[in-house]
Antibody
């Protein structure tokens, strides 16, 4: 059974940093693109970043470029999102998702909540 | 403002059919596969349709997808009260080198 379990969310002050993790199981992690998406409270989904299976390519939504870094450890079947210079508008539930390879996400975690507030 | 445009809400009676539209441009829907997601209240999104019109094995054939040019459509037949949810379209955008989602459509089954 495919499982994605996010962790690392919490309350952080504006300008602060947080590192999210996503532990994957039930599939060969190193074969798949992986994606972070987020959903602000009461709002729609927003694609945040994705990473190639070998980690050699990464892509970001414009609003997080230069502040967020997506990475992975295939040996640990884990995906990460390092978030720096956090802003109030980054407050959201962050999901990791497995990309089928055609911009479709067949499996999603339950999300981890990030709140940026003073 | 989302790159992909969806109606904010749609409604229909139980047993009826409803469609949800998703409009984009040549750089996203026009040149990439479209997927659709259902999000029940308080839960993570669930894939309904991928590669424009394919259903994962766990999705009943009441759900269907189509794409024409720069628009895509999700169809749901035999509506049930359990279908009340938010629905999102998604695709890639070649100009942005990023994924994009529609703003979401709230389905009400009257």
């Amino acid at each position: 059974e495919v499982q994605l379990v996010e962790s690392g969310g919490g309350l952080v002050q504006p300008g602060g940093s947080l590192r999210l993790s996503c532990a994957a199981s039930g599939f060969t992690f190193s074969n798949y693109w992986m994606t972070w998406a987020r959903q602000a409270p009461g709002k729609g989904l927003e694609w945040v970043a994705n990473i190639k299976p070998d980690g050699s390519e990464t892509y970001y939504v414009d609003s997080v470029k230069g502040r967020f870094t997506i990475s992975r450890d295939n040996a640990k079947s884990s995906l990460y999102l390092q978030m720096n210079s956090l802003r109030a508008e980054d407050t959201a539930l962050y999901y990791c998702a497995r990309d089928h390879g055609s911009n479709s996400f067949h499996y999603w975690g339950q999300g981890t909540l990030v709140t940026v507030s003073s | 403002q989302s790159v992909l445009t969806q109606p904010p809400s749609v409604s229909a009676a139980p047993g009826q059919r409803v469609t949800i539209s998703c409009s984009g441009s040549s750089s996203n829907i026009g040149s990439n596969y479209v997927s659709w997601y259902q999000q029940l209240p308080g839960t993570a999104p669930k894939l309904l349709i991928y590669e424009n019109n394919k259903r994962p094995s766990w999705i009943p054939d009441r759900f269907s997808g189509s794409k024409s040019g720069t628009s895509a459509t999700l169809g749901i037949t035999g509506l049930q009260t359990g279908d009340e949810a938010d629905y999102y379209c998604g695709t890639g955008d070649s100009s942005l080198s990023a994924g994009v989602f529609g703003g979401g459509t709230k389905l009400t089954v009257l």
